[in-house]
């Protein structure tokens, strides 16, 4: 595995990644969003390549807590997962997982314990973001959009990471676990 130098823009990781895809005989690109204008950005520049695109998100059925510049919670809800978006995505034929990320913690009140972080933290020594890619690409897996085994590029922004994905609980299996080929960033 190895790093390239940085991305400036999503613009660039798309143009990019979309190359390295087509040099490397990749199927699957595995975008995470929460909105819609980046994916069709890099569904357009998709078209007539052969490579299909599936987008990832979260959270599935429940509400996103994020902290405002106040330091309240306040809830919010991914704008991919309205239904005008959604409808959107489905007249493009653009597959749409939307899933709980595989090492996010059970939320246990009166804990803080998560047996996931010192996963987190590892794939992040690649680079900041390839735990929420590697995520990405198991989300596709788990809910039978993508077979294991695939070759698939997964973006985040910023970041993409070249990988031979696998379902989440095989993630360290040794023949069938998830293999990382090459992080872009």
Request: aromatic residues 6%.
């Amino acid at each position: 595995m190895k790093n390239t130098n940085k991305i400036n823009n999503i613009d660039q990781l798309f143009e990019e990644t979309k190359i390295y895809a087509q040099n490397n005989n990749i199927e699957y690109i595995i975008l995470f969003a929460k909105g819609v204008e980046n994916v069709l950005k890099l569904n357009n520049m998709l078209k007539d390549s052969g490579i299909k695109l599936v987008v990832t998100t979260f959270p599935s059925n429940q509400v996103l807590y994020l902290e405002n510049e106040d330091g309240e919670l306040e809830e919010n809800y991914p704008e991919i997962l309205d239904s005008e978006n959604i409808s959107i995505l489905e007249e493009k034929d653009i597959s749409l997982v939307s899933s709980t990320l595989p090492l996010e913690p059970i939320i246990t009140p009166g804990t803080n314990t998560n047996p996931y972080s010192i996963i987190k933290m590892t794939l992040d020594l690649f680079g900041e973001g390839t735990s929420l890619a590697v995520q990405s690409a198991l989300m596709p897996v788990d809910n039978g959009y993508i077979k294991p085994s695939t070759r698939v590029l997964s973006l985040i922004s910023g970041l993409a990471v070249d990988l031979e994905t696998t379902n989440s609980r095989f993630l360290f299996h040794p023949d069938k676990g998830l293999k990382i080929n090459h992080v872009i960033k």
